[in-house]
């Protein structure tokens, strides 16, 4: 990457030269001066927020959040950084009507919260399933996706933890603490072994196969079938019976975690309630599912099909499983936090994870549950279709159901997105200082950040001896809206703003002659805070920044990214 052969030292000497070949080049369109000079005589920009930048609280359309109740917004990261400058406040946070209001509150826990006091919930009667004891808990089930989910939340959407790398292994790295008592299966020909010589395979307990069961031997079936429609009858177990591990699991997260009055002491009634969202309703669907498909098995141990019973869950799968995912990284950002600053809280969950019933998995565990199930039963029906004959009449269910939970997947993917967008507003709304410019709200309805970073603006001082110098700016460019920007101590002192694409245009300029750093460009903005068209001439670091930037100055307002 070519790096400018300019400095400002060097460039005093050019200041005449460099101004000659500018008026003759544009001619009467004034280039912009220094941004001290600059005013807030700016017409104010058509949004669709408050006036104020920092009317967050007042604001309307301040949020992008959907208009049903499935969707969730989540700030961990905003509050994250807030937290480390001492300024969490999450009362008032929680006041924001549209920032957390649509993480819905469960009927048996409105009074409570409203309250701020109460009885905790009493634990509930799991549905007894015939198979739930079969199985482990669902860690050690699929505990290799687990862990990649927990150390990739931060850095990563959904649609990259769904890769089959992470999703297919039941052994992976531990720690000496995580490590199971079990016995790895040998049932299993897709699990995955540990790719690094220093790994330490975890023992999982042997899982029930689908010929193993009593009712199976005495049937007579397994003489009759090839080896192929056994495989699919264990294909279809599988669902069963990783459904199984599920439930138990989420019996644990609920009734030994959710309902300790121990544990909810120690936290106020809406931190509860976002530590574990809608996760009891997670397994009252947990508890239909695994029911109707024990039914159908309790048919006939030759299982027809199971993909239409994953279509009639599918509805209710898509309006539970969007607004958890997406609300899980606050609520590992909401544990991190309490295990920093809550004394009793830390010594509570302690406590509750040293039980016998935890398996000496932690909470976080827990919580991330409906995350690692929703992608794993995708991968579980494709497997089944894969041996399903094409003539079969449970093919056309099968893919219907394959569809829809692609869908569910796609759709938390996309809320996961949507919810880092708004945290990367949130964050950066309070760090811009509109100091000698007109103030414009940054978090707003559909608006993302599409790209940021440093560069240089060509300024020209002086009249009868004008000289060029260069002043560092910053630019933030969302998919509506352009920010420039002075970088000082971590905060940004805006020196104008417009809107994009509507009043930026960019041009290439011909640096040889003008003789300027090859890493120039010419950016004009119809609309600006001096309250006439401007132009002005930014260098980048790099000529990849510059043709980056170029890229994306050019490009019309329906970007996505």
Request: contains cysteine; proline residues 4%.
């Amino acid at each position: 990457m070519a790096q400018s052969d300019y400095n400002e030292e060097n460039l005093s000497s050019l200041s005449s030269s460099i101004i000659a070949n500018l008026h003759s080049y544009f001619g009467d369109i004034p280039v912009m001066t220094s941004g001290e000079e600059l005013s807030a005589e700016f017409p104010t920009l058509e949004t669709d927020g408050a006036q104020d930048s920092g009317a967050l609280d007042e604001s309307d359309d301040s949020l992008n959040q959907h208009e049903d109740n499935s969707s969730t917004i989540d700030i961990s990261s905003a509050l994250q950084s807030l937290a480390l400058k001492g300024t969490w406040n999450l009362a008032k946070l929680l006041s924001v009507p549209k920032l957390l209001s649509v993480l819905r509150v469960d009927d048996e826990d409105q009074d409570t919260i409203a309250a701020g006091e109460g009885e905790p919930v009493e634990e509930e009667e799991v549905f007894q399933s015939k198979y739930i004891h079969f199985f482990p808990l669902y860690q050690d089930y699929c505990l290799q996706a687990v862990r990649n989910d927990l150390h990739s939340l931060d850095r990563t959407f959904l649609s990259e933890l769904i890769a089959p790398q992470y999703l297919q292994g039941l052994q992976f790295l531990l720690g000496p603490s995580s490590q199971s008592e079990a016995t790895s299966p040998q049932s299993h020909p897709a699990e995955v072994k540990p790719s690094s010589p220093s790994a330490h395979p975890i023992r999982v307990t042997p899982c029930t196969l689908w010929q193993d069961l009593d009712e199976v031997k005495a049937s007579g079936l397994l003489s009759s079938l090839t080896n192929r429609e056994i495989r699919l009858q264990e294909s279809m177990f599988e669902l069963i019976g990783s459904e199984a591990s599920y439930l138990r699991s989420l019996g644990v997260a609920v009734n030994h975690f959710q309902a300790s009055k121990a544990l909810k002491q120690t936290l106020s009634p809406m931190e509860h309630h976002f530590l574990f969202s809608n996760i009891r309703r997670v397994m009252a669907a947990s508890e239909k599912f695994l029911m109707d498909l024990e039914m159908r098995l309790g048919e006939s141990v030759f299982v027809s099909q199971v993909g239409d019973i994953v279509l009639q869950h599918s509805s209710e799968f898509h309006d539970l499983y969007v607004p958890y995912v997406t609300n899980i990284m606050y609520q590992k950002d909401l544990v991190n936090k309490l295990q920093q600053q809550n004394r009793d809280f830390v010594f509570s969950l302690k406590k509750l994870e040293s039980d016998p019933v935890c398996h000496r998995q932690d909470l976080k565990s827990f919580l991330v549950l409906p995350f690692q199930r929703i992608t794993r039963v995708k991968l579980l029906l494709q497997s089944v279709l894969k041996l399903t004959e094409p003539d079969s009449e449970s093919v056309s269910n099968l893919i219907e159901a394959i569809a829809a939970i692609h869908e569910i997947v796609t759709d938390c993917n996309e809320g996961v997105k949507k919810m880092k967008q708004i945290e990367e507003l949130v964050c950066l709304e309070t760090l811009l200082d509109f100091d000698k410019v007109k103030a414009v709200p940054l978090v707003v309805r559909g608006r993302f950040l599409v790209h940021q970073g440093p560069m240089r603006q060509l300024t020209v001082k002086g009249t009868y001896n004008p000289r060029t110098s260069f002043i560092r700016v910053y630019f933030h460019l969302f998919n509506d809206l352009l920010i420039i920007s002075s970088k000082r101590d971590q905060r940004f002192i805006v020196l104008d703003h417009t809107e994009f694409p509507a009043h930026v245009h960019v041009e290439h300029l011909k640096t040889e002659v003008l003789n300027l750093p090859s890493d120039s460009f010419l950016l004009h903005l119809s609309q600006s805070q001096v309250g006439h068209p401007t132009a002005m001439i930014f260098v980048t670091n790099t000529r990849s920044d510059k043709e980056a930037w170029i890229k994306l100055l050019s490009r019309d307002g329906n970007m996505t990214i």
